[in-house]
């Protein structure tokens, strides 16, 4: 990791510069009336030695930091990842996180700021709120959807489950996914029994799906009160591979063989037909004002919302099978065939990879809604890794490969389905 220093004034303060010989014995080390400013006082921990360290910048959304020093040694281990450069960019070298070349002013606080911090309460441990993560899961249930499911979509407010297959979508109620032998709530057949979705998204109200699939078409459904199709927009592709939503469930992107489509999903309008390089295509993800595309030819890449244009491309060695992003859209996770899964900041030049070392068909990434761990399936595994210190949470095994997962947006239950069910999971804190 590199070197993090904390100047004040001009003077850099990092013990990682002066050499061991050139350093003052702790004995010699006299207080200086100008070592100190506010910011760095307001940054030691109560009952640190006064002698500066080097310092992290705290954010306001730490989970999304990625810090490699407490994981799981027996499993995913997080590494430096430096093979896969942006056009033109270098790597930061530091792990996500990690803030260098900090700034704070030399001048000492007066007596009026001192009288104000001194009159700050401390706050009580207890008072802290912290995220929690899930030590294990218990399989509650399973969903017999009766042919096989290729896209799974779950929902919080209340608890549904609606699996996608062929000729026809299945929805759960929550009462079902405690037991094994319930029937579908509803079932919304396509005119075309031929119809197979690969694809679906859950907006983020949950009022809505969308689905996409071998089909030519996108279909937009209504949830509620009553499950019906809203609108099908005509694509131009025979087979759609992959789904995305912005944040705000204003844009749709679909990824098809060379090229993605853009729609306006308010006015069911298709705005760009963006072609992409061949084999580059298989996964889309969106972020802000970047999409992301990969795909067989190895290479993820980020292109510009506004312009089109092509901004960065890391060669990832092997095939990538899965794009997702954390709920602040800061980092961009890709699961690749190998198994390993990249981790690259969607607006920094920093990538790191968590490495598995082995060879997987099919791979599958959620992130919580909380931001705090994610699920990675792995043919027939699940792994449940911690965020920001990839430490793994638990691991599951099913019996048959895992084809799409998904998990309800209060954290609650995680879904996967496989051949011809779906199996659900209720998530232990």
């Known amino acids: 990791m590199a070197a993090m220093f904390l100047r004040c004034g001009s003077h850099p303060l990092s013990g990682a510069e002066i050499p061991p010989t050139l350093r003052p014995s702790p004995a010699s080390r006299k207080p200086s009336s100008t070592a100190h400013c506010t910011k760095c006082l307001l940054r030691r921990p109560p009952g640190a030695p006064r002698d500066l360290q080097p310092v992290t910048e705290m954010h306001s959304m730490t989970q999304q930091q990625w810090d490699p020093q407490a994981q799981d040694t027996a499993g995913l281990q997080p590494m430096h990842f430096s093979e896969a450069e942006p056009e033109g960019g270098t790597s930061s070298g530091s792990y996500p996180g990690a803030t260098a070349g900090q700034f704070c002013s030399s001048s000492l606080p007066n007596r009026e700021v001192w009288s104000f911090l001194k009159a700050i309460p401390p706050i009580p441990d207890e008072a802290i709120v912290t995220r929690k993560s899930p030590r294990g899961s218990w399989r509650v249930g399973t969903l017999h959807h009766g042919k096989r ?27 079902a996914l405690h037991a094994s032998d319930r029937a579908p709530q509803a079932q919304l057949d ?30 937009l459904w209504d949830l509620a009160p009553t499950p019906q199709i809203r609108a099908q927009m005509a694509s131009t592709g025979s087979i759609c591979y992959s789904l995305a939503l912005s944040s705000d469930a204003h844009i749709c992107l679909a990824s098809f063989n060379g090229f993605v489509e853009i729609w306006d999903v308010r006015n069911q309008i298709l705005i760009r037909k963006h072609e992409v390089p061949p084999y580059a295509s298989r996964c889309v993800d969106i972020t802000g004002f970047k999409f992301w595309t990969g795909g067989e030819d190895t290479i993820l890449y980020s292109w510009d919302m506004r312009s089109y244009q092509k901004l960065q491309q890391h060669s990832l060695c092997y095939e990538i099978l899965s794009i997702t992003h954390d709920p602040s859209e800061e980092w961009v996770l890709a699961g690749l065939k190998m198994s390993d899964i990249v981790i690259l900041h969607a607006h920094r030049e920093e990538k790191y990879k968590a490495v598995v070392q082995r060879y997987s068909q099919r791979h599958n990434l959620k992130f919580a809604s909380c931001g705090t761990y994610f699920v990675a399936t792995l043919d027939s595994t699940i792994h449940c890794l911690a965020a920001p210190s990839l430490r793994r949470l638990f691991q599951t095994e099913e019996c048959d490969d895992i084809l799409c997962c998904d998990m309800s947006s209060d954290s609650q239950y995680l879904v996967t389905g496989c051949r011809e069910r779906a199996t659900v999971y209720q998530l232990l804190y």
Not at 157 to 168: L, Q
Not at 190 to 219: H, W, Y
Request: hydrophobic fraction near 35%; charged fraction near 15%; aromatic fraction near 8%.
């Open 149 to 175: 499911v290729s896209a799974i979509a779950v929902s919080s407010a209340p608890h549904h489950v609606y699996t996608c297959g062929t000729g026809y979508i299945r929805v759960w109620d929550e009462d």
């Open 190 to 219: 396509f005119q075309d029994p031929q119809n197979r979705v690969l694809t679906c998204k859950l907006f983020p109200d949950e009022q809505s799906l969308i689905t996409g699939g071998m089909a030519q078409a996108l279909t």
